[in-house]
């Protein structure tokens, strides 16, 4: 069965870089017909997608957030990590790592546990 | 990138039947067979209940159903339980990326 769970500081500072890497067990991210993304919720708001990676290292970013994001993988480690630039309290939020899959990788089956990120000084 | 139209709420009494409406563009929900929807329950990721407008994934309770008509998809829930309220996303395929999500609909039981 495929787990996915993320790692990271759960505080990170205004104006500072938040990052987050998500370990993959019970399957390969190499060689899958599979993208592997980031999704957050803002405490009591909605989903939103921040942007997916092919373990070849191709990627797509939410247009919203493209200046600050970066996602990279490591398939030597099996995980694959986010990076977001100049957070402010709006990055608040409960940060999902998932993989995505479908004809256009757009439907998520799995899904990590989630973990909170808080901006604050 | 806007965010997929949901209602904020619906509701509906026991053994009833529900719908949830998605609204989106031609750039998107319309223009796409690649519309799904999520079911998510307080402090827990969200499950994937329809996928590709109208499919259910193996396990999930054929009480749910899918479609769509032109730029709208829907969600309906029949034999409503007490266990499905919960709140309910909308995502779709888009023209210029492969995720957007709807703004959630919770859903009561009354």
């Known amino acids: 069965q495929l787990q996915l769970q993320e790692s990271g500081p759960g505080l990170v500072k205004p104006s500072e870089t938040l990052s987050l890497t998500c370990t993959v067990s019970?399957?390969?991210?190499?060689?899958?017909?599979?993208?592997w993304g980031w999704i957050r919720q803002p405490p009591g708001k909605g989903l939103e997608w921040i942007g997916s990676i092919y373990y070849s290292g191709s990627t797509y970013y939410n247009p919203s957030l493209k200046s600050r994001v970066t996602i990279s993988v490591d398939t030597s480690k099996n995980q694959f990590s986010l990076k977001l630039s100049s957070v402010t309290a709006a990055d608040t939020a409960v940060y999902y790592c998932?993989?995505?899959?479908?004809?256009?990788?757009?439907?998520?089956?799995?899904w990590g546990q989630g973990t909170l990120v808080t901006v604050s000084s | 990138q806007s965010a997929l139209t949901q209602p904020a709420s619906v509701s509906g009494s026991p053994g009833q039947s529900i719908t949830i409406s998605c609204t989106g563009t031609?750039?998107?929900?319309?223009?796409?067979?690649?519309v799904s929807w999520y079911q998510q329950h307080p402090g827990k990721a969200p499950k994937l209940i329809i996928f590709?407008?109208?499919k259910r994934p193996s396990g999930v309770s054929d009480r749910f159903s899918g479609s769509r008509s032109g730029n709208t998809a829907s969600l309906t829930i029949s034999g409503l339980q007490a266990e499905d309220e919960t709140n309910y996303y909308c995502?779709?395929?888009?023209?210029?990326?492969?995720?957007?999500f709807g703004g959630g609909t919770k859903l009561t039981v009354l």
């Open positions: 019970g399957g390969s991210i190499s060689g899958s017909s599979y993208y």
């Open positions: 998932a993989r995505l899959g479908g004809p256009k990788y757009s439907y998520i089956i799995y």
């Open positions: 031609s750039s998107d929900v319309g223009g796409y067979n690649y």
């Open positions: 995502s779709s395929y888009t023209s210029s990326s492969p995720v957007v």
């Open positions: 590709d407008v109208s």
